[in-house]
């Protein structure tokens, strides 16, 4: 499975922005997507996750009620859409895919990891 990540840029503070992740290659062994975020400095860290077949979801609280992750079968694309952004929300964010339906936030559980798009939101 190969994931391009798309959609980053810079935004002010209390703005949105929508972020895509396009996945190829091998889909049917996909069976879950998440979207992972590291701030300079950071360790890389869980912000949502969805189903691919079904489309259940799970957030981290920081970033719940402000961020919704979403994917269109169809396209083979997940997006995430990131509303009131806040510049701690500033971080490259990276698409992962997991061959396990299991709902897990650890990192070294997803498989396939895009390449990152930066978002930086000014204060």
């Known amino acids: 499975v190969q994931l391009q990540a798309s959609g980053g840029g810079l935004v002010q503070a209390g703005g949105s922005l929508t972020l895509s992740c396009a996945a190829s290659?091998?889909?049917?062994?996909?069976?879950?997507l998440a979207w992972f975020r590291q701030a300079p400095g950071k360790e890389r860290e869980f912000v949502a996750t969805i189903l691919w077949s079904g489309g259940s979801t799970y957030y981290a609280d920081s970033v719940e009620g402000r961020f919704t992750i979403s994917r269109d079968t169809a396209k083979n694309t997940v997006y995430l859409q990131m509303s009131s952004l806040k510049p701690e929300d500033t971080a490259v964010y990276y698409c992962?895919?997991?061959?396990?339906?299991?709902?897990?936030?650890?990192?070294?559980?997803?498989?396939?990891w895009g390449q990152g798009t930066l978002v930086t939101v000014s204060s």
């Open positions: 290659g091998r889909i049917f062994s996909m069976y879950r």
């Open positions: 992962a895919a997991d061959r396990s339906a299991f709902c897990t936030v650890v990192r070294t559980h997803y498989d396939y």
